[in-house]
Each structure stands twice: as C-alpha cells, then as structure tokens.
Nanobody
C-alpha cells in the first residue's frame, strides 16, 4: 500500500491550492481516504475525509465551506481543493487510507503517505 501526496506550496491568504493523493498497491475503491494536517507544535488533525465511493464527505469545522475532497477511483487519486486559504491552514498535509467508513479520527487510519507542505503567508 502506497500513498503519495503532492501539490503543496506557498500561497498568499485568500489563495487556492489543490492537493493530490495518488494510491498504488491496493484497490482504492475499498478504502476511505482522509486528509490530515499537522502544524508545528500541534497534533495531527483530521481535515477532510471521503467514503469509498466519494458519496460521503466530512470536513472539520475549521475548513467547512472552503475545502472540498473528491476522488477518482479509476485514476486512483484523491484530491483536496483548498480555497480561501488562511495563515492558520499552514501545515504539513497527509493523506491516509482505512478500510471501513470515513472518519476524522487519525488513529483509525492504517496507511499513511508522506506529507506535503502548505504555507499560507503574505
């Protein structure tokens, strides 16, 4: 099982970024996928998660209305569209996979990709 996150970068407040999580070595359509983030000195927290089909998505209150998670199981890729970015969104973003339903609880996820840095600063 491999997950490869990409798409991070530096952006000004109010800007947008789209992160991608490419999956390999397992059938993506059997796994819920979550995006998590970890800022310096803080615990890793759930941001947005998607059910296996993509029909069910959930977001942390801090990103509701600004972030959208989507997936293309045929392309084995999950996306996180981040709009109206704020400095407090600055963190390393990780994607993770788990069998079963989507959850924002990081301890439920078995497989993790490496992180991609997102920096929001003027």
């Amino acid at each position: 099982v491999q997950l490869q996150a990409s798409g991070g970068g530096s952006v000004q407040p109010g800007g947008s970024l789209r992160l991608s999580c490419a999956a390999s070595g397992f059938p993506l359509d059997r796994y819920a996928i979550g995006w998590f983030r970890q800022a310096p000195g803080k615990e890793r927290e759930g941001v947005s998660v998607s059910s296996r089909s993509g029909g069910g998505t959930y977001h942390a209150d801090s990103v509701k209305g600004r972030f959208t998670i989507s997936r293309d199981n045929a392309k084995k890729t999950v996306y996180l569209q981040m709009n109206s970015l704020k400095p407090e969104d600055t963190a390393v973003y990780y994607c993770a996979a788990r069998l079963g339903g989507p959850s924002l609880r990081r301890v439920l996820y078995n497989y993790w990709g490496q992180g991609t840095q997102v920096t929001v600063s003027s």
